[in-house]
């Protein structure tokens, strides 16, 4: 499938498995100097590969399709231009990444799946207006040496070198939410120690297909 294509199932399998809901969220990919990314407002399952906008890594606004990119543009760019490293940037309203982000709650290491995240938390960003260049700040601030954030009274963001990591991150960030507010209700999850998740994160260096030399 092309860029766009892949954009277009992401955002449908968003809503499948229940991370977004309606016309939420909003998903970005690496296209050389520019980025593709969902238009604004429109449910997943009504955007067609010629909707996806294109915009200039180096711009700021100019986009080029026949659909306004969505409004959170600007912390797509952002994360895009500050992570060399990431291809795609997923954004969502996922239940339980939402409930903790509005009470402002980072994530501490109670899996250890929190390293596939870059360290032993998950943080929240600072609270700012939708859309907005202080959005951008606060959520970069956030995602510094990590692949996901909260977004404080909004929802999470996650960055990958490619789509596919980057949904399959969302996923995990959202499980990790799910276990974090659930342990909180039978007295909170005896967290790991750092160098319990330092160990795992270099197991992930020798786990699975991309160790064998397989980019999937």
């Given at each position: 499938m092309t860029k766009r294509e892949d954009i277009c199932a992401a955002m449908v399998a968003l809503v499948d498995t229940g991370l977004n809901r309606g016309a939420s969220g909003n998903v970005s990919v690496r296209d050389g100097d520019h980025m593709l990314i969902t238009p604004s407002g429109v449910p997943p399952r009504d955007i067609a590969p010629g909707d996806i906008a294109r915009m200039p890594l180096a711009g700021d606004g100019e986009w080029e399709?026949?659909?306004?990119?969505?409004?959170?543009?600007?912390?797509?760019?952002?994360?895009?231009?500050?992570?060399?490293?990431?291809?795609?940037?997923?954004?969502?309203?996922?239940?339980?990444?939402?409930?903790?982000?509005?009470?402002?709650?980072?994530?501490?290491?109670?899996h250890y799946m929190i390293?596939?995240?870059?360290?032993?938390?998950?943080?929240?960003?600072?609270?700012?207006?939708?859309?907005?260049?202080?959005?951008?700040?606060?959520?970069?601030?956030?995602?510094?040496?990590?692949?996901?954030?909260?977004?404080?009274?909004?929802?999470?963001?996650?960055?990958?070198?490619?789509?596919?990591?980057?949904?399959?991150?969302?996923?995990?960030?959202?499980?990790?939410?799910?276990?974090?507010?659930?342990?909180?209700l039978i007295g909170g999850a005896h967290l790991l120690n750092d160098a319990e998740i330092e160990a795992t994160a270099r197991g992930f260096s020798t786990y699975g297909a991309k160790a064998r030399g397989v980019d999937r």
């Open positions: 399709g026949p659909l306004a990119p969505s409004v959170e543009w600007r912390f797509h760019r952002d994360i895009l231009n500050a992570r060399p490293e990431m291809g795609a940037v997923v954004h969502t309203h996922a239940p339980w990444s939402t409930v903790l982000a509005v009470a402002r709650r980072p994530i501490p290491a109670v390293a596939a995240f870059g360290g032993a938390d998950v943080r929240c960003s600072d609270y700012a207006t939708y859309g907005t260049a202080e959005l951008s700040v606060a959520v970069l601030a956030a995602l510094k040496d990590r692949a996901g954030c909260l977004m404080a009274n909004h929802g999470m963001v996650v960055g990958g070198e490619s789509l596919t990591k980057a949904l399959w991150l969302a996923n995990e960030l959202e499980a990790l939410a799910h276990q974090h507010y659930h342990s909180a």
